[in-house]
């Protein structure tokens, strides 16, 4: 039991999740140093916020037994005094019914068209569905401040059948598998890379963290129309087998995390993080623009971009205490929330499954470090 409910916990944590802004880069030549790139954020950002706000809607109606009452009396008196009729008329004030309202705001085939080859968080998937074979509803609801009458009860009778039909798919074993495997992915995920710094911190008593957001620019034309990205699946995994070299062949890194994202109007995009032993290499912060610069001029020859680049030491005092040089970073366990959600989490919502897994980490750091003995020994 206490395994299940430390599930439910984690769960109903993972539903709270803000959801990680996605940047582009754009220019009218990306690989010209002498025109500007411009740093946006483009509409991948409105419809990832769109999916969590429909998944979230979705979840509530779903999870809720209530009566849903789209409906409400409207009096037309005479004179201000005496009440002379009543009608009918839509009412979406209610939770409920302002859930359903948020859960039809989207379009299923422009999402599809930002994020192609990309699955989606289930109650979103069940959504979609819903929307397509629901089309004339969702239209209706464009309008529904002026339905009244018979056409007020039509228009609410159609919502209590999507309200129908949402908990009996929603609750359906399909749907449920779908959602406990998408949780467990998550909850496996989060565990092991926890486990795998967690050794790493005890293991290396000096650690030098660097946090690196390494994506690329995209082309613009005169017109203000985004051209796809040159680069492919294949290249940018080489580009970031590179950068991988590079870090190992100057610095001890100790370990690191990596996820994969994509998206049609930013292209590729790498969160990484690396964690370097300060015992046997000092290592700073100017070590930063060393990196960025690597993948931007080196590595992607020109087409590589980077941002928000965070790096800190960790120094244990002694009894497992760590001190912080700096201020960005309090302690080991305030950066594994910052690697949760933007590593080991960001695929909550949507993740692109196309091209083999999207998130990896480095060799066990135990064995690493009986390695590295080993070759010292050698030595």
Same mark, same amino acid.
């Given at each position: 039991m206490r395994g299940a409910a430390r599930f439910k916990a984690y769960e109903e944590k993972l539903w709270e999740l803000p959801f990680v802004p996605r940047l582009s880069f754009v220019s009218l030549?990306?690989?010209?140093?002498?025109?500007?790139?411009?740093?946006?954020?483009?509409? *991948?950002?409105?419809? +990832?916020?769109?999916?969590k706000l429909v998944s979230t809607a979705v979840k509530s109606i779903v999870e809720s037994t209530e009566e849903v009452s789209f409906l409400k009396d409207r009096s037309f008196r005479n004179g201000g005094i005496r009440?002379?009729?009543?009608?009918?008329? @839509?009412?979406?004030?209610? *939770?409920? =019914?302002?859930?359903?309202?948020?859960?039809?705001?989207?379009?299923?085939? %422009?999402?599809?068209?930002?994020?192609?080859?990309?699955?989606f968080n289930p109650y979103f998937e069940l959504m979609c569905i819903v929307?397509?074979?629901?089309?004339?509803?969702? =239209?209706?609801?464009?309008?529904?401040?002026?339905?009244?009458?018979? =056409?007020?009860?039509? +228009?609410?009778? #159609?919502?209590?059948?999507v309200v129908k039909i949402l908990r009996a798919k929603g609750l359906d074993?399909?749907?449920?598998?779908?959602?406990?495997?998408?949780?467990?992915?998550?909850?496996?995920?989060? $565990?092991?890379?926890? #486990? $795998?710094?967690?050794? @790493?911190? =005890?293991? $290396?008593?000096?650690?030098?963290?660097?946090?690196?957001?390494?994506? $690329?620019?995209?082309?613009?034309? %005169?017109?203000?129309?985004l051209l796809e990205s040159p680069i492919g699946l294949p290249q940018a995994k080489a580009h970031l087998a590179k950068l991988d070299r590079f870090m190992r062949d100057r610095f001890p890194v100790a370990g690191h995390l990596y996820w994969r994202e994509y998206g049609l109007m930013s292209g590729y995009h790498f969160r990484v993080l690396y964690l370097v032993n300060g015992l046997i290499k000092e290592v700073d912060h100017s070590v930063l623009p060393l990196l960025e610069e690597q993948w931007r001029k080196v590595i992607t020859q020109g087409r590589g971009r980077h941002y928000n680049s965070h790096s800190a030491r960790y120094r244990q005092q002694g009894g497992g205490q760590f001190h912080e040089d700096d201020a960005r970073e309090s302690e080991p366990s305030r950066l594994m929330n910052e690697v949760e959600r933007h590593i080991t989490q960001a695929d909550f919502w949507a993740?692109?499954?196309?091209?083999?897994?999207?998130f990896g980490r480095g060799q066990e750091p135990l064995a690493l470090f009986e390695a590295m003995q080993g070759k010292a020994r050698k030595a």
């Open positions: 030549d990306p690989l010209d140093e002498q025109l500007a790139t411009r740093q946006m954020l483009s509409d *991948e950002d409105d419809v +990832l916020l769109k999916i009440v002379q009729w009543t009608e009918k008329i @839509i009412d979406l004030s209610t *939770e409920q =019914a302002s859930c359903l309202v948020k859960a039809f705001d989207f379009d299923p085939d %422009e999402v599809r068209r930002l994020f192609p080859g990309h699955s929307v397509t074979k629901l089309r004339r509803v969702r =239209a209706s609801l464009l309008w529904w401040n002026v339905f009244s009458g018979d =056409a007020a009860l039509k +228009l609410a009778s #159609r919502l209590r059948k074993a399909k749907v449920q598998q779908a959602l406990d495997k998408w949780r467990t992915r998550m909850r496996g995920r989060t $565990y092991s890379s926890r #486990r $795998y710094v967690d050794k @790493i911190f =005890a293991l $290396y008593p000096d650690l030098f963290s660097i946090r690196l957001n390494l994506n $690329y620019c995209m082309q613009m034309t %005169e017109d203000g129309r993740f692109h499954k196309k091209g083999g897994k999207c």
